[in-house]
């Protein structure tokens, strides 16, 4: 199985800031990685997909990079309804496997 | 609007069966696979499999397969999660979620959108 690492486990930040979210696979994925947010009692959203594209709906303040290894969600200009969990998930080997997620949490 | 709608919540005893729904709208339910996903209480999302609604083939993670089954019902354009023997350690929200892509080989795919989560509790 493919091992998703993401850090940090947990982040405070406050409003405004810009933050980055690194997730890393134990092999290369080209681009299968995924990124979705959580907010409690709620089922996750799709934000970015295939590393670096934005789902249509989601705000320009995030974004993706990376490719083979290594990942970055930055999330610019936070906003108070960007405060939730946000995971990481490689879909280019079955089993599809996540990161143990990100909780950004307000400072 | 693409939707899948879950079952409600289960309240099962150790070793019961259950079977879960995930129903699908607003797409041809037979051009995407349909994954299942696990969430613990206070933990993180599990991947546990995947099925492709046109022939029923799945795959399961090496962590559910043999615990769990994967079925669809294409004249319903339903998914089903189904145990034959409950345990205390399946409490959890299942999550179905809808495998989209935009290649013809489906590759790379993500998951857009998701039911709303069953919560499943089992407890004696």
């Known amino acids: 199985d493919i091992q998703m690492t993401q850090s940090p486990s947990s982040l405070s930040a406050s409003v405004g800031d810009r933050v980055t979210i690194s997730c890393r696979a134990s092999q290369s994925l080209t681009n299968f990685l995924n990124w979705y947010q959580e907010k409690p009692g709620k089922a996750p959203k799709i934000l970015i997909y295939?590393?670096?594209s934005l789902q249509s709906g989601v705000p320009s303040r995030f974004s993706g990079s990376g490719s083979g290894t290594d990942f970055t969600l930055t999330i610019n200009s936070l906003q108070p309804e960007d405060f939730a969990t946000y995971y990481c998930?490689?879909?280019?080997?079955?089993?599809?496997?996540f990161g143990q997620g990100t909780k950004l949490e307000i400072k | 609007e693409v939707q899948l709608v879950q079952s409600g919540a289960e309240v099962k005893k150790p070793g019961e069966s259950l079977r879960i729904s995930c129903k699908a709208s607003?797409?041809?339910?037979?051009?995407?696979?349909i994954s299942w996903v696990r969430q613990m209480p206070g933990k993180g999302l599990e991947w546990m499999g995947r099925i492709d609604p046109s022939d029923s083939y799945t795959n399961y993670s090496p962590s559910f397969r043999g615990h769990v089954s994967i079925s669809v019902d294409k004249s319903f354009t339903t998914a089903y999660l189904q145990w034959s023997s409950l345990e205390a350690s399946d409490t959890a929200i299942y999550f179905c979620a809808r495998q989209f892509c935009l290649s013809p080989n489906c590759r790379p795919s993500w998951s857009d959108p998701w039911g709303q989560g069953t919560l499943v509790t089992v407890s004696s």
């Open positions: 998930q490689q879909t280019y080997s079955i089993p599809y496997t």
């Open positions: 295939a590393a670096s």
């Open positions: 607003g797409y041809t339910f037979t051009n995407y696979w």
